[in-house]
Structure formats: structure tokens, C-alpha cells
């Protein structure tokens, strides 16, 4: 995934990757001044996965044209249903890109249905001016929108952007385990590995991306990148392992390598 090589080029060269933003966010990454001097890379809101390089070029154009959108309200009003449809919607809020102007993910995803159906081109524009005639639309109106909606546990929301942006932006999954549970465990991240004298060490992280291939013979073996709390690596699998354990390696699992050191 080109993403993600991107992501650990930038990790090298020590450039910050800004998460996507509804309100700075282009349709591409872009360069952004994030002060001190210095500048970082913005994820592109259409390099988000399922929404369409088009439609969040019409998002960036509305919002260069007539300004940052102030809440989820105000986004739904100016742009028209044809442009951000139900599951355009749920990817965006998955990403993070919203949170900048509401920061409970899962309220917003819970309404996605509600947000589409009062403000799809296909009602009746007639009565909806009517009915909001007097009254601004806002989002904490607990008789249009659901608002006993807790967050997202960490493990939800990182599975979340995992699905839609293709890494973590938020946390990592290994931060939910205790500080000492690596040492205690032997587990190493994978910039450590060349300072041990070790023939075989235990990583652990988790997995970003798979590619199978097959050898001369019709072997199979995989390469996999995995994602740890420092770093970002790939390691080889070989056919036995790789028929051995196949089941556990999708993406976003969890898991526990020992590799053998060349």
C-alpha cells in the first residue's frame, strides 16, 4: 500500500503527518506550516478508503469558496446529497476527519441515517424550509438527533481508522498494554533488534498489510508489514509458517512474532 510506505518514509525523514481534517484537509496530502517553522504533510481527504477522489474535491471546494464548515449541520446543509451519500459519511467520521468540530465519533456515525434523510435532495425542499423556517438545526436537539451516544472505546476507534485510512492515527493498540509487559515479556520493538546479539527475538504489533507470493516451486510465502508503538517493518513468512498460521494474519490483528535475525 503506497500509504503506508509513504507513512514510514515520512516517520524517517521526521516530517509529521497531520490526520485528515474536514476544515484543512485537501483532496490530496498537501503541504501545511504547522508553526515553529516548521511544515508537515496533511492526509488528503481522498485518500480516505470508499469516498472518492471527486466528491471531496467538491468538499474542498465548498469549503475554499464560502468558508471552514462551523459543525456537522452546517457541512450536511451546503453540500448536496449527490456529492456525500450514507457511506461517504460513515468513512469520513471512521477517519477522524470531523473532530476537529465535534469530537464523539460514534454520536456522529450513530445519526449518519438521520443526517441523510432530513438533508437528502430528495425530500421535499418545500416542507423542510418550512419546518426549520424558524428554528436553526442543531445538532444537540435531542428530538432530531441521537444523543446518548458514548464514544468509541480506543480499540473500536483505532479498528475504525485502521479500516478507512489504512494505519493508526490516534493511539496503537499495543499503548493499551502496561509499559512493563514488553520487558517482562522479552518483546522487543523492531529498532531494537540490531543492537541484540540474539539469533531470534519477539516482536509484536500489528498487522497493516499482506502480500502473498510463490515461489519457482509453487511455494507460498508472505511478505507482512506490521505496525509496532516505534516503528513500522515488514517481515517474511515463509510457506510452512504461512499454511501454519494463515487464520491469524488479517489485518489489524494483534500478534506476537518470534523472527529469526540474519
Same mark, same amino acid.
Given at each position: 500500500d503506497r500509504i503506508i510506505l509513504l507513512k514510514k518514509?515520512?516517520?524517517?525523514?521526521?516530517?509529521?503527518?497531520? +490526520?485528515?481534517?474536514?476544515n484543512f484537509s485537501k483532496e490530496l496530502f498537501s503541504i501545511e506550516d504547522t508553526g515553529k517553522n516548521e511544515k508537515g504533510i496533511r492526509f488528503g481527504l481522498g485518500a480516505i478508503k470508499g469516498v472518492g477522489i471527486k466528491?471531496? /474535491?467538491s468538499v474542498v471546494k465548498e469549503r475554499e469558496n464560502k468558508g471552514k464548515f462551523k459543525d456537522i449541520i452546517s457541512f450536511m446543509q451546503r453540500l448536496n446529497s449527490d456529492v456525500i451519500n450514507k457511506r461517504q459519511l460513515e468513512k469520513i467520521i471512521q477517519s477522524g476527519a470531523f473532530d476537529s468540530i465535534e469530537q464523539n465519533r460514534s454520536k456522529l456515525f450513530s445519526n449518519v441515517v438521520k443526517f441523510v434523510d432530513l438533508f437528502s435532495n430528495n425530500k421535499n425542499e418545500t416542507n423542510q424550509s418550512l419546518l426549520f423556517a424558524d428554528e436553526k438545526i442543531q445538532f444537540t436537539d +435531542?428530538?432530531? !438527533?441521537?444523543q446518548n451516544v458514548e464514544n468509541w472505546k480506543v480499540v473500536d476507534l483505532l479498528k475504525n481508522e485502521l479500516e478507512v485510512i489504512g494505519f493508526y492515527f490516534s493511539s496503537h493498540p499495543l499503548s493499551l498494554y502496561p509499559s512493563n509487559f514488553f520487558k517482562e515479556n522479552n518483546i522487543l520493538d523492531f529498532n531494537e533488534i540490531e543492537n541484540q546479539n540474539e539469533s531470534s527475538v519477539k516482536v509484536a504489533g500489528s498487522i497493516l498489510d499482506i502480500k502473498e507470493r510463490s515461489n519457482k516451486d509453487g511455494k507460498k510465502y508472505a511478505f507482512v508489514t506490521v505496525s509496532s508503538? +516505534? /516503528?513500522? !517493518?515488514?517481515?517474511?513468512? !515463509? /510457506?510452512?509458517?504461512l499454511y501454519k498460521y494463515r487464520s491469524f494474519l488479517k489485518e489489524g490483528n494483534l500478534l506476537l512474532f518470534e523472527i529469526e535475525v540474519i
Amino acid at each position: 500500500d503506497r500509504i503506508i510506505l509513504l507513512k514510514k518514509e515520512l516517520e524517517r525523514l521526521n516530517i509529521n503527518l497531520l +490526520k485528515p481534517d474536514i476544515n484543512f484537509s485537501k483532496e490530496l496530502f498537501s503541504i501545511e506550516d504547522t508553526g515553529k517553522n516548521e511544515k508537515g504533510i496533511r492526509f488528503g481527504l481522498g485518500a480516505i478508503k470508499g469516498v472518492g477522489i471527486k466528491s471531496m /474535491s467538491s468538499v474542498v471546494k465548498e469549503r475554499e469558496n464560502k468558508g471552514k464548515f462551523k459543525d456537522i449541520i452546517s457541512f450536511m446543509q451546503r453540500l448536496n446529497s449527490d456529492v456525500i451519500n450514507k457511506r461517504q459519511l460513515e468513512k469520513i467520521i471512521q477517519s477522524g476527519a470531523f473532530d476537529s468540530i465535534e469530537q464523539n465519533r460514534s454520536k456522529l456515525f450513530s445519526n449518519v441515517v438521520k443526517f441523510v434523510d432530513l438533508f437528502s435532495n430528495n425530500k421535499n425542499e418545500t416542507n423542510q424550509s418550512l419546518l426549520f423556517a424558524d428554528e436553526k438545526i442543531q445538532f444537540t436537539d +435531542k428530538n432530531l !438527533f441521537n444523543q446518548n451516544v458514548e464514544n468509541w472505546k480506543v480499540v473500536d476507534l483505532l479498528k475504525n481508522e485502521l479500516e478507512v485510512i489504512g494505519f493508526y492515527f490516534s493511539s496503537h493498540p499495543l499503548s493499551l498494554y502496561p509499559s512493563n509487559f514488553f520487558k517482562e515479556n522479552n518483546i522487543l520493538d523492531f529498532n531494537e533488534i540490531e543492537n541484540q546479539n540474539e539469533s531470534s527475538v519477539k516482536v509484536a504489533g500489528s498487522i497493516l498489510d499482506i502480500k502473498e507470493r510463490s515461489n519457482k516451486d509453487g511455494k507460498k510465502y508472505a511478505f507482512v508489514t506490521v505496525s509496532s508503538l +516505534k /516503528s513500522q !517493518f515488514e517481515l517474511t513468512i !515463509f /510457506s510452512e509458517n504461512l499454511y501454519k498460521y494463515r487464520s491469524f494474519l488479517k489485518e489489524g490483528n494483534l500478534l506476537l512474532f518470534e523472527i529469526e535475525v540474519i
